[in-house]
Each structure stands twice: as C-alpha cells, then as structure tokens.
C-alpha cells in the first residue's frame, strides 16, 4: 500500500493512454441523450393519482451499471499507461584518506581576536570540515601543557562531531606542546591504511613544555610518511584576552607570539603548507583550501529499478466490466 502512496517515485511509461480519459464527458452526454430519447411520451388530461409516484425499485440503481463503466475505463487508462516505482541505489566506491585535527586548548585559545574566540572559531570551521568529508576517516586529538587523543580516526563523524563540540579550554594542563601534539597526532595515523595520512595542526602560541621536542616529532611524522598542514591562528600585534588578575578575571590586551618559523618547516619537509589565520574568514578560507588540495576520490554508480504497477488498475477494470455484465444480465435484464 505504501508504494501506491509514494507518488514520489512512480512514472508513467506510456502516458499517452490517458487521453482515453477524455472519452469520459462523451459518455456522459451520450448517456444523457440517450436517456432522453428512449422516454416514451404520453399524453394525459390529468397528473392526479400519479404526480407523486417516483421511480422505485430496480430502475432507482439503473444508473450503478453507467458508473461502473466510467470507472472501468479509469483504471484501464491507468493500467495501460504503466505505472511504476522507481528506486534508485547508489554504489559509493572511495579512496579515503586518514585525517586528524591536533587543536591547541591552551590558555591563549580563550583570546578574543576571533569571535567569540580563538577555540570556538576553531571548533566551528573543523565541524564544516568534517562535514565535508564524508568518506575519510577521522580523528581529533588536543594538547596544551601536553596531548591527548579525543577521538581515534573513524568514519562516525558524528561521534566525532560530538567530541569536537565538548572541546574546551582546561581539558588538561595548560601550556604549549607542539611537539608532543605532533607526535600524539601521527600516533594516530601510524597503521592507518587510508591512500594518505593528513594532520591538520592549529596553535597560537610557541612550543614551551612536552616530554617530545618538536624537531623530534617532526622527524616522526616523515618517517610514517605523513603529511602535515599547520595553521597559525592569532591576529598580529596584540589581542584581547581574559586574564586572571588580583581583581579577579579581566580582559587585557596581550602580545600575540607565534612560532612561524616552526610551523612553516613542519609543513615544507611533510610536504604540507603553512597557514596564518588572522579572524574568522580568514580561518574559515584556509580549511576550504585544504579541503580542496586534499581531494578524495569517489565512484558512484547508480542502479535505478523499476516495479509494474499496472496489475491492480487491470484487475479494478475487469471487475467493474464483469460485474456491469453481470448485473445486466441478471438483476436489471427486464429493464435493459
């Protein structure tokens, strides 16, 4: 019943039968015409005894028979205009790539050079991202003061878009660990088996804790042969930012120190690009250029099938003609 009802899906495949259809209001006027040509006249002086006698019995459902043409000839034209259900499948097949997202959650992400923030702003271009990526595996991991993997790499993103969501400043101890980010970040990616590996890396500070050097994690990273994309995020001079002070919490403008140097040579000798996100644009524009150079490859085949429809308009049709023949033999024989 249910595929009856999705009109949706169902074509005609010979549509022209309709035009039978028009045959309807020709019946009709035939049947009027006729009826009125088939009533003898006869001529009375008077209408008492019979002005209020009306037709009754048999000859008050005469007009079932007529109806049961005009609908016989409905369900004809349908069925022999083919109805049918398409359903169209698709058949996805992708070369995925392994992707994380190392995010800086130190104390500095809290500056409100982005709106509202530095983390915030991070967050929102790494969910369009992540929905953007529909076939590749990925994964997020943080650091501060030192690393921590928020989600392995994998194809629920919506596990992993509900990860990203509760990433928030204060997570873990507080500092800059490029290096032991970096390293946490190919960990990741040390047995994944996607076409490639990607490591998409935002700081806004200079490395200053961490059991692993940079340059160690860097020579990591080449040796698994993974490629790293490194964003610097922070406008340049000074930002805005809450600090903790005697008087308690208030917004100080403080100098903004990135490490360029650092970030562009993890991205060159991985092969990847260095980016400087200076406000939300700007951020929202470098994950868009990644997204582009990072291209994954898909195949989709669509198989569309089709189910006849027809059988049960053919089976209303022959019904309703059997059942006219029927009754006109039968029941309406003497006034027929």
Known sequence: MSTFLDWKHITFAQPAFFALLLLIPFMIWWQLRSKKDDNPTLRLTTLAGISKEHAGGKAAFRPVLFVLRIIALMALSVALARPQS????????????????????????????????????SKAVALKFVDQRPTDRIGLVIFSGESFTMCPITIDHNVLKEQIAQVKNGMITDGTSIG???????????????KSKVIILMTDGVNNMGLIDPSTALEIAK???VRVYTIGIGTMGQALMPVQTPMGVQKQMVPVEIDEPLLRQIASETHGKYFRATGNKSLDDIYKDIDKMEKTKIDITSYKHYAELFFPFALIALICLALEMLLRYTVFRSIT
Request: proline content about 2%.
């Open 86 to 121: 398409s359903n169209t499948t698709e058949n996805i097949d992708s070369e995925g790539i392994d992707i994380v997202l190392a995010m800086d959650v130190s104390g500095s992400m809290v500056a409100e050079d982005f709106k509202p923030n530095r983390i915030e702003a």
């Open 180 to 194: 032991m980010g970096l390293a946490t970040a190919v960990d990741r990616l040390r047995n994944a088996t996607g």
């Open 223 to 225: 040796a698994f042969k």
